[in-house]
């Protein structure tokens, strides 16, 4: 049975007899009334999965793996967010994010997170569509995002690199997320869409509130403040979006591909909100985290750090490694339009199943040692952190090349990153990301 001393509330308060909260964590493990303990000592039918402490305190790899060893698709009957199903293996997420016949992404179902969309204030975007409106829309933003754009990108990204690294202060503590995270990701944000960049900071600032609704550190006056906010993101836009719909040559940006393509071009303003915060937010979180993850990740495996030192033709590789081991988007939802048997279990129509692509990413049967940062992996883009079929991300390329040039920047300047103290990490089971790490610089 699990030590008493570590039984906290529901609110996840501090433990009792005095004990440090961090410690008893560390320990243990906790179910939706907070009781921590290992997954084998718990009624896992009753873990809720989606609660934000397992997150902030980076809680939840070995209730993944109790699940994929014991139960790898998981009915959860109670949760805030109503019941839903957990795919855990790889090749179990593979199978459902192909299938769109029987798993749908369409909003009227419900859309792509477990909170069922709000109906009074909906945002439409072409994630949360099926065939054949998804393909038209992703269409329409593609070149954008095409070889020929990373191209023409990647002089643009190493400059800004090289100037922000370069900014940063040597043997003095600072927030990598702040200083390096956040300002390379939301340089490439602004200039993506055409956006002022004296504004870029309003950019990482929507796509907190987008995927921050019940974050009270975020929004603490909930849904008014999130309707506000988001309301505030798409008056900052419309002016821009009718500008380039009026220019006679388009730009090479994102909103001016939205304002002149046949399908997008006459968007409602709530479907043009959607698809902006659909591009903000993939264009952020995924790069910004995955970018802090990564210095995190090299503190942790110094050895493999080494390898990539020797030999910076490793570079590419630390790029995608790093992306499955931090997996910043730790899963998708679809919903079941018919009965679906898996495993022995019959996922029923409407039901909710969410693809935890963070499991996925750990799941021994495809990835060996896949817990361990490991820089010359065979197959090492074999992961599932930019989704696959239809909705896999269409900025995939984008952010190697971002992680890789800032690696490569990093290897020109520095012998090491020093992690100072355990990241503070986001309470987002959707966003697995970071809030603050704070590192120092120990030059060549």
Known sequence: MPDSSYNVGPDIGAARGGQNIHEAVRRGRFN??????????????KVNLLHPELWRRAEYFQYFKWLRDNSPVHYTENSPEGPFWSITRYEDIVAVDKD?????????YGGIT???????????????MDRPEHTRYRKAVQPVMDS??????????????????????????????????????????????????EDRRKLSRWSD???????????????????????ECLMAFMTLWQERGQSEVPGHDLLSALA?????????????????????????????????GSVYAWNLFPKEYEKVKADRSLVPNLAAETLRWQTSLAYMRRTAVEDVEMHGKTIKKGDKVLMWYASGNRDERMIERPDDIWIDRPNVRRHLTFGFGIHRCVGNRLAELQMSILWDEILKRYSYIEVLEEPERLPNCFVKGYKHLKVMLHPL
């Not at 769109?100 to 009227?108: C, E, L, N, V």
């Open 100 to 108: 769109h016949q029987r798993f749908s992404s369409d909003a009227k």
């Open 148 to 197: 020929e754009s990373l191209k023409n990108f990647e002089h643009l990204i190493r400059e800004r690199t090289i100037q922000t690294l370069d900014s940063l202060p040597i043997y003095e503590p600072f927030d990598f997320v702040d200083k390096v995270s956040i300002e390379l990701t939301t340089m490439m944000l602004a200039t993506l869409f055409d956006f002022p960049q």
């Open 209 to 231: 509130v987008a995927t921050g609704k019940y974050n009270p550190d975020i929004c603490p006056g909930g849904e008014e403040q999130w309707q506000r906010e988001l309301t």
């Open 32 to 45: 939706t009334n907070g009781v921590i303990a290992p997954p084998d000592q718990l009624d896992m039918d």
């Open 260 to 292: 002149h393509d046949a399908t997008t071009k006459n968007m409602t303003p709530q479907e043009l909100l959607g698809n902006l915060i659909l591009l903000i937010v993939g264009g952020n979180d995924s790069t910004r985290n995955s970018m802090t």
């Open 114 to 128: 477990a909170v069922d969309l709000n109906h009074g204030f909906q945002l439409p975007m072409f994630i949360a």
